[in-house]
């Protein structure tokens, strides 16, 4: 199975995979962003844009990169990537879907100051004006659609290992 984590940036996803990979047996991490790197390093260069989301590539590289990856490990991957667009999440749940791999979609939710705060304290990356830009796009996509979606997760005042034990229950738990 892909365990998807979604939310937005500084919401604590690369922390908790990291955290909770080595609760689930056999899992491995897949950061979907590479790929978006991959794209990005393509020259002279690919059409601008704001995210690499954007380019039509990306969703189904994702997709059969995950797909290969999960085929290739003997346990869950984990794949933390915000994904706020929801024609963009159907198409890759839907890729996934076609080939046969169960998603457990969950997204770790912080409440807005708290996600403001913490963007313009991290002590790793410092302020990012690119990871605020989606503070908003979270809050409409939570709104719409994507709390609809997933599985919340209220990661405001919860620690990441907390967190990532939660999650890890969900999923054993539902394995079961």
Do not use: C
């Amino acid at each position: 199975m892909i365990v998807w984590l979604n939310g937005t940036h500084g919401a604590g996803k690369t922390t908790t995979s990291r955290l909770l990979q080595p609760l689930l047996p056999g899992s491995q991490v897949l950061d979907a962003e590479k790929i978006g790197e991959v794209l990005m390093d393509v020259r002279p260069g690919l059409p601008t844009t704001d995210n690499f989301q954007h380019w039509d590539p990306w969703r189904p590289l994702v997709v059969e990169t995950a797909r290969r990856v999960h085929e290739y490990i003997d346990g869950p991957l984990i794949m933390p990537m915000t994904v706020l667009v929801e024609a963009y999440w159907r198409e890759i749940s839907a890729g996934l879907e076609s080939y046969g791999v169960p998603v457990r979609h969950f997204v770790l939710h912080v409440d807005g100051p708290t996600l403001v705060e913490r963007i313009q304290n991290d002590p790793y990356m410092g302020p990012s004006v690119f990871r605020k830009a989606y503070v908003d796009a979270y809050a409409e996509a939570a709104r719409t659609w994507l709390h609809d979606e997933a599985e919340v997760v209220d990661a405001t005042s919860v620690p990441a290992d907390e967190v990532a034990q939660r999650i890890a229950a969900e999923v054993v738990g539902r394995a079961q």
